[in-house]
């Protein structure tokens, strides 16, 4: 995942996929997968859109069609998720869980814990007691699967993001402890700087809203130096 | 929420125009800019962002942030005093989600629903993720409880609400708890130069609220009050724009003008809270209307006779 989300990033990546279109088509529709999420970053929803688009015309030619297919669902049901349009919210949920079926039946637990991640953050955003429970259910079971020191972070966040939203601020605060420490020893800036908006949430909600303050600004800080324009809004 | 109205709002309208696209952002922006509008007493704007939080939340099938929102949607309506589109947010609301929220159980107990009222903000003051939102339902469960009687239950729930706030101490929020425990402590003097010094910081509905708690002290032992108490209540409740609690807050204003010996003004002011009153009833749907006439503040203003 590029560090940096800005137009030298969208230029390295469209030059890349045209250097593995002659050489590894899967590998362009992944790189095309990277493009995505850049363009998301950047707050380009449509371009986003489009390039997943994109990569899922070019992967039915791929050997790998299906991995393909299951990972390009993966990108796109978390932006679906945010959309403004009728319903995207279930269209999200339904992409997710489809991935996560394709995931299980292709035997890739990586795959299988992105998708329990993505349900995880779309169930979230429905905010009701049963969701959120199934939130945490889907968050603890990407936690188990996850073996990379990276992953691991990103999926301590995500169950943290699950105890946030039922207000469960000791586990919540503990597991982003955990998470930002690794997140640093990483040097992952993107992940580090959605940490520090959700402890500023915590901060709120305990009534600390001086240190909310310092951790929002820290976080504003590092999302407006990495051009992450989701996370500044 | 740190008080600082002019900082924030121009860091949420750049928000709010660099989340086209997304709802989640959207609609929180909306939130956000709503409740700075109330701070500022503009309940229209208010209500124009959150009905479009709320239709936004309605498209993308967010179930639960619609039903949140139109509850917000509904406390501001009752302070313009629409309490027939008021009931239908919560109405809808009730059907959309899981059931009921804190705004509900706020508006329950100013329609004089005294008993699921306090059942729900009980639930309320100890599930509401936000603090400000838990504390808005401990205060307001202090009150029922003071209404009907029990001062000590009312007590202890005021100062667990000083609690809360303990750790960053905003007059904003603060006041109205400090003005609330003044008046179950039966000092009017401290509790009725408050809201004079809360209007910097509290918007309209909040003053109204204090301004209600005062009004609260002062009518349960009307005529004991020493005339410069009378007098400070009378001159901080001129203007009432929560239109919701205005009729009240004049009936208690005309006792006291009379107390004072200000007949003339006394029957002129209990004029328009009846006045008031009558266009609250109005706009009441028929089934809601009757637990309304119930309340013990409808109540003496119809049981009110002239001798």
Known sequence: ?233 | MRGDITAAEPLIEESLANSRGNWIMTTLCQEGLADLARQKGDELRAQALLGGAVEMCERVNANQKQTFYLGLLAESLWATGDLGRAVDCLERAVEVGDGVTLSHALLMSRMGNFTDAIQWLQRFRESEPDPDRRVMATLALARLWWWQGDLERAKKLCEQAITVLEPTKLQRYLLPAEVLMSCLGGAAGDAVNKPGRAGAHCGAHVLGEMALDVATLLSHRCGEWEPNIAQRFIALTVDVPDRGLAFRIAWVRANLLEQVGDLERAMAVRERARQALCELREVLPEMHRQMFDEHPWVLEVSRYRVV
């Open chain 1, 1 to 233: 995942m590029a560090a940096y989300a800005n137009l030298n990033a969208v230029d390295f990546f469209e030059r890349a996929i045209a250097f593995w279109a002659m050489l590894d088509p899967a590998e362009a529709v992944r790189t095309q997968l990277e493009l995505a999420d850049v363009w998301d970053r950047l707050g380009e929803r449509d371009k986003a859109l489009s390039e997943l688009t994109r990569a899922e015309h070019d992967a039915e030619r791929s050997e790998v069609r299906d991995e393909l297919v299951a990972e390009i669902l993966l990108k796109r049901a978390p932006i679906e998720a945010r959309g403004e349009g009728e319903g995207c919210l279930d269209r999200a949920r339904r992409l997710a869980h489809k991935a996560r079926e394709m995931a299980i039946g292709l035997q890739r637990p990586q795959l299988q814990a992105t998708a329990a991640a993505n349900l995880a953050y779309i169930l979230g955003e429905y905010d009701s007691d049963e969701t959120s429970r199934k939130a945490i259910y889907y968050a603890e079971q990407a936690l188990a699967i996850r073996r990379d020191r990276g992953d691991v972070a990103s999926s301590l966040w995500r169950l943290a993001n699950g105890f946030l939203r039922r207000n469960d601020l000791g586990r919540a605060s503990s597991l982003y402890e955990q998470a930002v420490e690794l997140a640093e020893a990483a040097q992952n800036d993107i992940l580090l700087g959605a940490c520090l908006i959700n402890t500023s949430l915590v901060s709120f909600r305990r009534w600390d809203l001086d240190e909310a303050i310092v951790q929002a600004e820290r976080a504003l800080a590092i999302n407006r130096r990495i051009g992450d324009r989701r996370r500044i809004s």
